[in-house]
């Protein structure tokens, strides 16, 4: 096993894989340490929608500017990820929410983003099978270019690239302990023997805050089981991921012909709980009825579940920690690491090799809980 590198990476995640193909294509000698298999984490359970309307200028212009590296990321990387866009269309059910959806809209607006605020009567042109009576909506927000991608696809073409520009990767090896010295980044042991590295950058996922604590780094995550299902193949009947924040609900047609979706259930509470429950199977199926009736028979064949790492305000934590040289976050993302991997490599990348920042990577330091007011994103679901 190599025992030095540049830069060691924790989690074969999409974020992960992303940032070592960036990293290795700027000649740095990177070690991806993974203690499952490529995908095993949260990356391979997601939904993979990829969506640009959020309430916070940061989640935003990582969303938008990850959406740009998508759509050529096939082409890049030599490989198709089943990258579409079918749109995001949002339900909006109240006056409050079509308020804060006005003002999200400006904000994105001004980013350079394409995005209609329609009316109940618009809905069924971008979603057929949807009933604007059953979902008790005064409004919608639809971006025609938000989509999808495959993770796993996306997940193993980023490997691939990165290998081919000598990146390693080093799977079912997990990281048992990190040193310092002189307050900086040492080395990394696994269950395969000790790599020495200067930068060491924390993508493990939702077990980022016992990668932390191995170093009395304290991260604020929060484990909450997401549950997910899919149904049997259906013919195409739409096009768009549709989401509902105040009823929790998401739900997409796949290019094989499945729906896809999830809902927290009401008593949900955070905790490392995977057990898929009962109770999702009866609220999701019955919230998916009621938005599309016309589903009432299609079984549901898969249900899984795996964990959103949250924040308390609903952002992801980026950046080296002023407490330890070298030791980077990369996680936190509290239900939407997939989409913003492109963008999230990208500051890293040009961090960790030029020194380079921005001002999104500095509002998304993990000191920013150390202040009294939070920058919170409204724009989530469940
Ligand atoms: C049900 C569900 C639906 C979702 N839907 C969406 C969506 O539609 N769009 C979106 O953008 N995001 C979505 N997400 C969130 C998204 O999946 C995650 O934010 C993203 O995949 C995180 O990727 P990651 O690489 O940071 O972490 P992960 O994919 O969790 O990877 C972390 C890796 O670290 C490894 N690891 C942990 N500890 C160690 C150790 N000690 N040693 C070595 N390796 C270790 C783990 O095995 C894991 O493979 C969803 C999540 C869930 C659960």
Redesign the pocket.
């Known amino acids: 096993m190599k025992n030095k590198a540049d830069v060691v990476i ?7 894989c992303s940032l070592a193909y960036r990293l290795a294509r700027r000649n740095l000698d990177v070690v991806v ?4 298999y490529l995908t ?4 391979g ?6 969506r640009q309307q959020w309430s916070t200028k940061e989640n935003a212009s990582l969303a938008i500017q990850s959406v740009k590296i998508f759509e050529k990321l096939s082409a890049e990387l030599g490989q198709d990820i089943e990258f579409r866009q079918g749109g995001y269309l949002i339900a909006v059910h109240d006056s409050k929410e079509l308020e804060q959806a006005e003002k999200n809209v400006e904000m994105q607006r001004s980013l350079g983003l394409k995005v209609d605020v329609l009316s109940p009567e618009e809905i069924p042109r971008i979603a057929p099978l949807l009933d604007v009576q059953g979902m008790a909506v005064v409004a919608a927000t639809f971006c025609p270019t938000d989509g999808h991608a495959n993770p796993f696809r996306t997940t193993f073409a980023y490997a691939d690239a990165a290998k081919k520009q000598g990146a390693t990767f080093l799977t079912h ?3 048992t302990k990190l040193t310092v010295r002189n307050k900086a980044m040492s080395s990394v042991t696994t269950t395969q023997g000790e790599v020495a590295a200067p930068v060491v950058v924390n ?5 980022s805050m016992r ?1 932390a604590a191995m170093v009395q780094v304290p991260l604020p995550l929060m484990p909450f089981r ?1 549950e ?1 299902m899919a149904t049997e193949r259906l013919e195409p009947l739409f096009e768009a991921m549709v989401i509902s924040f105040k009823d929790g609900i998401y739900f997409s047609q796949q290019k094989e012909g499945q729906i896809v979706g ?1 809902i927290p259930i009401p008593e949900e509470r955070s905790g490392f709980k995977t057990m898929p429950t009962f109770a999702f199977l009866q609220h999701m199926s019955r919230t998916l009825v009621r938005y599309a009736p016309v589903l009432r028979h299609v079984n549901m064949l898969r249900h899984w579940t ?3 790492d949250v924040t308390p305000d609903a952002r992801p934590i980026l950046g080296e920690v002023p407490q330890v040289k070298g030791f980077i976050q ?2 936190g ?1 509290s ?5 913003i991997s492109p963008m999230v490599a990208k500051l890293l990348t040009d961090y960790i090799v030029d020194g380079k920042t921005t001002e999104v990577l500095e509002n998304l330091r993990l000191d920013r809980f150390k202040g009294g007011s939070m920058n919170k994103e409204l724009s989530v679901v469940g």
């Open positions: 924790i989690g074969g995640g999409v974020n992960g340490v993974e203690k499952g095993s984490g949260a990356t359970a997601c939904g993979a929608g990829i090896t997990e990281v993508a493990a996922g939702i077990d990668i997401k997910i999830g795996n964990y959103y990369c996680s993302f239900g939407h690491g997939f989409m």
